[in-house]
């Protein structure tokens, strides 16, 4: 085995002392090369790869700098090897081996794969691919973007409702994704004054592609369904609710401004400022409007965590309550004897309020559930268990800090 490691070791060192040290091209300097060599190399081992891999990269070029070596020495070294082939031919990023120019691509931020778009038309359909830009959604609006949304992204796109986007879909996509770089640079403040003014390449983009979609949300001009936490502003008449709403992002501040369904008579209600702590992707694909069919009630258990349609009439939509299921009254609460899960009756409790409030406790029948309710206390609909353990903590993180009346 040793043996082994040493006929290795001295091969390597053979192949290493054997490769032509090869000048820096103009285009590239020596920190980004290093950052393109730790970016594939962490990607892919130098020992996993196939010898005909291998031979398709065309490493020509091995750099170890001494530790001793300043960084200032580095750059005048490199600066004269640049000087040493101006005259020659040059390189683009274009000539990166397929894979390495896949990794760095991969690592851009949207910001990035923007800005590389508008460099040529390669570089832009590289940078448009849908699955360069699924990470990114998955990762900014995953959690609150679920699919009511999507579905009014593509009924928003089919329609015509916004026909002046849709008819020049190509070139404002593209004033979009303009914007979105611009926002990003230190001249930000003055975009709005110089859009108007502002002369820039068409680029295409596929109103139907991922890319086409995050700029939509980035930008604000879309409004997407979703629900928010604790609604108006944590108003105490939503304490530990979750309401339907249209939301649009406001990169400024990176919050969203909410527009909340009307209340019988009441006009639309809209919050400003929601952070984007307080949304979430619709949990059940229900109306706000409608009753939820309930699938779990023969499931539930007292100490199990519940999410209840409550609306306070019928004019009214449906918003989403946290409660948790309690024990009949004939019940002393010690698990060995309890039977309440054998029992048609269902006891709600909402410990947020006050022991005697009208809005503890509310029984519900298994067997026949449908909206109960009256004028006075609301009406209660279909109920959801929560199971989730990420769901449960974000109720808790919402819990008051004193019990309400």
């Given at each position: 085995?040793?043996?082994?490691?040493?006929?290795?070791?001295?091969?390597?060192?053979?192949?290493?002392?054997?490769?032509?040290?090869?000048?820096?091209?103009?285009?590239?300097?020596?920190?980004?090369?290093?950052?393109?060599?730790?970016?594939?190399?962490?990607?892919?081992?130098?020992?996993?790869?196939?010898?005909?891999?291998?031979?398709?990269?065309?490493?020509?070029?091995?750099?170890?700098?001494?530790?001793?070596?300043?960084?200032?020495?580095?750059?005048?070294?490199?600066?004269?090897?640049?000087?040493?082939?101006?005259?020659?031919?040059?390189?683009?990023?274009?000539?990166?081996?397929?894979?390495?120019?896949?990794?760095?691509?991969?690592?851009?931020?949207?910001?990035?794969?923007?800005?590389?778009?508008a460099v040529c038309s390669?570089?832009?359909?590289?940078?448009?691919?849908?699955?360069?830009?699924?990470?990114?959604?998955?990762?900014?609006?995953?959690?609150?973007?679920?699919?009511?949304?999507?579905?009014?992204?593509?009924?928003?796109?089919?329609?015509?409702?916004?026909?002046?986007?849709?008819?020049?879909?190509?070139?404002?996509?593209?004033?979009?994704?303009?914007?979105?770089?611009?926002?990003?640079?230190?001249?930000?403040?003055?975009?709005?004054?110089?859009?108007?003014?502002?002369?820039?390449?068409?680029?295409?983009?596929?109103?139907?592609?991922?890319?086409?979609?995050?700029?939509?949300?980035?930008?604000?001009?879309?409004?997407?369904?979703?629900?928010?936490?604790?609604?108006?502003?944590?108003?105490?008449?939503?304490?530990?609710?979750?309401?339907?709403?249209?939301?649009?992002?406001?990169?400024?501040?990176?919050?969203?401004?909410?527009?909340?369904?009307?209340?019988?008579?009441?006009?639309?209600?809209?919050?400003?400022?929601?952070?984007?702590?307080?949304?979430?992707?619709?949990?059940?694909?229900?109306?706000?409007?409608?009753?939820?069919?309930?699938?779990?009630?023969?499931?539930?258990?007292?100490?199990?965590?519940?999410?209840?349609?409550?609306?306070?009439?019928?004019?009214?939509?449906?918003?989403?309550?946290?409660?948790?299921?309690?024990?009949?009254?004939?019940?002393?609460?010690?698990?060995?004897?309890?039977?309440?899960?054998?029992?048609?009756?269902?006891?709600?409790?909402?410990?947020?309020?006050?022991?005697?409030?009208?809005?503890?406790?509310?029984?519900?029948?298994?067997?026949?559930?449908?909206?109960?309710?009256?004028?006075?206390?609301?009406?209660?609909?279909?109920?959801?268990?929560?199971?989730?353990?990420?769901?449960?903590?974000?109720w808790k993180r919402l819990?008051?800090?004193?019990?309400?009346?």
């Open positions: 085995m040793l043996l082994y490691l040493i006929i290795i070791c001295f091969s390597l060192i053979l192949f290493l002392n054997c490769l032509a040290l090869k000048p820096l091209p103009p285009w590239a300097r020596p920190t980004e090369l290093r950052l393109l060599s730790l970016c594939f190399w962490k990607e892919i081992s130098f020992f996993s790869i196939p010898s005909s891999l291998k031979n398709s990269l065309n490493i020509t070029t091995i750099i170890i700098p001494s530790p001793k070596l300043s960084f200032k020495h580095m750059m005048s070294t490199s600066n004269d090897r640049v000087e040493e082939v101006s005259g020659g031919a040059e390189m683009s990023v274009l000539d990166l081996p397929e894979l390495v120019l896949e990794c760095i691509l991969e690592k851009l931020p949207p910001s990035g794969l923007c800005n590389m778009a390669s570089l832009r359909d590289r940078c448009m691919s849908d699955h360069l830009w699924e990470k990114h959604m998955k990762q900014k609006w995953g959690r609150i973007v679920g699919p009511a949304a999507y579905r009014e992204w593509q009924w928003h796109l089919a329609s015509g409702k916004d026909s002046t986007h849709l008819k020049q879909g190509k070139q404002r996509l593209w004033m979009k994704l303009f914007s979105f770089v611009r926002s990003f640079s230190w001249v930000r403040s003055k975009v709005h004054d110089t859009s108007k003014q502002t002369t820039t390449t068409r680029l295409p983009v596929d109103s139907n592609s991922i890319m086409s979609w995050y700029l939509a949300l980035e930008t604000g001009r879309f409004w997407f369904p979703a629900q928010v936490y604790n609604r108006e502003n944590g108003h105490v008449g939503f304490i530990l609710s979750c309401y339907d709403a249209e939301l649009s992002y406001d990169q400024s501040t990176d919050t969203f401004q909410a527009r909340y369904p009307p209340h019988g008579r009441r006009p639309i209600a809209i919050e400003c400022g929601v952070p984007r702590e307080r949304l979430r992707a619709a949990a059940v694909d229900t109306s706000p409007h409608d009753l939820h069919i309930s699938d779990c009630l023969n499931d539930l258990h007292p100490g199990d965590h519940i999410e209840i349609q409550w609306r306070r009439n019928k004019e009214f939509p449906y918003g989403w309550w946290y409660g948790v299921v309690g024990h009949l009254e004939s019940c002393d609460g010690n698990e060995n004897f309890c039977h309440c899960h054998n029992s048609e009756t269902l006891i709600l409790e909402f410990n947020q309020y006050t022991p005697g409030s009208r809005w503890r406790k509310t029984t519900i029948n298994r067997k026949d559930h449908r909206e109960e309710g009256n004028e006075a206390d609301g009406f209660y609909g279909g109920i959801r268990k929560v199971n989730n353990e990420e769901e449960i903590k974000m819990w008051p800090v004193e019990v309400l009346e």
